[in-house]
């Protein structure tokens, strides 16, 4: 019984959430995530100005969903689901899109003003929006948003970081005590210097990570009709893909969704946090970038992830090789012995942006829980977390973020579908 549970809160009923959401904002929107990806991609020449602009805030958003599930989460999605799976990371992507948006400019619009800073998110449009009988949501949804940020936001980056360096105790306790001191000098400076800083990281770990797959994916380019195939094929028959390894088109549209919501956070709500603290951000305008992150983090990133690996003709053993040994040896297909040192350094540059990004939001909900006294008790515990992440069994560090990510989900959909005319009208709005 007690699986069936957390198997409905983590992931079944928040894909059915997300499709149902995502589906209907889409049709009355009338596809807003297509009339205006253009306009998404011109919303970046607007990132000029002090504090927080849009661009850190996008980039402090990002930087919290690009994390370590855009390498180890997309290699476990092709050795659990096989390649089929990523065409349903595409789907929910696709879907994300007007809900991430929709979550932004909700946050930007019901925001409020805490001393000189703007602070927003589902917590706050709960209280904000909500007839007074719910608005106790906001208290659980921070509740429950503060125990995401240590374990979706933290713990799993970091353990999914040291997991693909090394199996040696003492090396993991080494890298995670390292990452903890990172992160605490970082977070020390508040929120506008950790924006800043994610938007000085961020541009240049995806450019790197995105020639390192480029390389791969140019030099096997005769194999990329045949790794779309199997996309295509292996998403309705994953047998004639897997060779019967993987049999249920369920398992494949489970795997693919929900890894594809757990990289790139729409629904999550998350977004609308880091959005909201923005001083010059207007509801429709914000919105845009919700386009642009999930285009970035899924449809581009998780992407070329996938086609690495299927284009370099590495087999995968599937339900068997760790995924991180899966990404390792489709890049030493070109860099060599190299590429673990290589992936190395890039999933704990990953891990750690991500863990950055992930405390702005752990700022926010403390505070709104605690007042000025928690957000500095939470700075003061919140790296101890990589330690504890570095060292814990996966296993139970991931079972725990999934259960804490799929009950924000669940929240934050309901209240999209219930505040669904004010965002109608706030994707109208110019």
Not at 56 to 66: D, G, I
Request: aromatic residues 12%; hydrophobic residues 50%; proline residues 2%.
């Amino acid at each position: 019984m007690l699986d069936f549970v957390l198997t409905l809160v983590s992931g079944s009923l928040p894909f059915c959430l997300t499709v149902l959401t995502g589906g209907y904002f889409t049709f009355k929107t009338r596809c807003f995530q297509l009339r205006y990806f253009g306009d998404s991609m011109k919303a970046l020449k607007g990132v000029k100005g002090g504090g927080i602009n849009s661009f850190s805030a996008m980039c402090n958003s990002l930087s919290a969903a690009l994390g370590t599930g855009n390498i180890v989460g997309v290699a476990a999605a092709l050795s659990t689901g096989g390649a089929g799976a990523v065409f349903w990371m595409w789907i929910s992507a696709f879907l994300g899109m007007i809900i991430k948006s929709a979550e932004i400019a909700l946050g930007v619009f019901y925001r409020s003003k805490n001393n000189e800073n703007f602070i927003g998110g589902p917590h706050v449009y709960i209280k904000n929006a909500m007839p007074h009988k719910v608005q106790f949501l906001s208290l659980f949804f921070a509740f429950w948003g503060l125990l995401a940020t240590f374990f979706c936001g933290n713990m799993t980056q970091i353990n999914s970081a040291v997991s693909g360096i090394s199996k040696s105790f003492n090396m993991r306790f080494l890298i995670g005590t390292l990452s903890a001191v990172i992160v605490f000098f970082i977070i020390c400076g508040g929120i506008s210097k950790i924006a800043d800083f994610l938007s000085r990281l961020l541009p240049c770990m995806a450019t790197i990570y995105i020639l390192l797959c480029l390389g791969i994916i140019l030099k096997n380019y005769t194999a990329l009709p045949q790794a779309f195939e199997s996309i295509l094929v292996g998403a309705f028959s994953p047998k004639a893909v897997t060779g019967g390894a993987v049999g249920s088109i369920l398992t494949v549209i489970s795997v693919g969704a929900s890894k594809g919501i757990f990289s790139n956070e729409a629904g999550v709500g998350t977004a609308a946090i880091a959005h909201s603290s923005v001083n010059t951000a207007k509801p429709f305008s914000q919105s845009l970038y919700g386009i642009f992150e999930v285009f970035v983090d899924t449809i581009l990133l998780c992407t070329l992830t996938a086609l690495t690996i299927l284009t370099s003709g590495v087999i995968i053993d599937y339900n068997k090789a760790p995924a991180s040994t899966l990404t390792i040896s489709a890049l030493s297909t070109l860099y060599g012995n190299a590429s673990g040192y290589i992936l190395s350094a890039i999933l704990l540059l990953f891990a750690v942006s991500s863990v950055i990004g992930w405390a702005t939001y752990g700022i926010n909900f403390s505070e709104f829980l605690f007042g000025t006294n928690g957000k500095k008790v939470f700075i003061i515990i919140y790296p101890f977390f990589c330690i504890a992440g570095s060292v814990l069994s996966a296993s139970l560090v991931w079972k725990l973020a999934e259960l804490f990510n799929g009950i924000l989900v669940i929240i934050n959909l309901l209240i999209l579908i219930f505040l669904s005319k004010k965002v109608l009208w706030l994707l109208k709005e110019k």
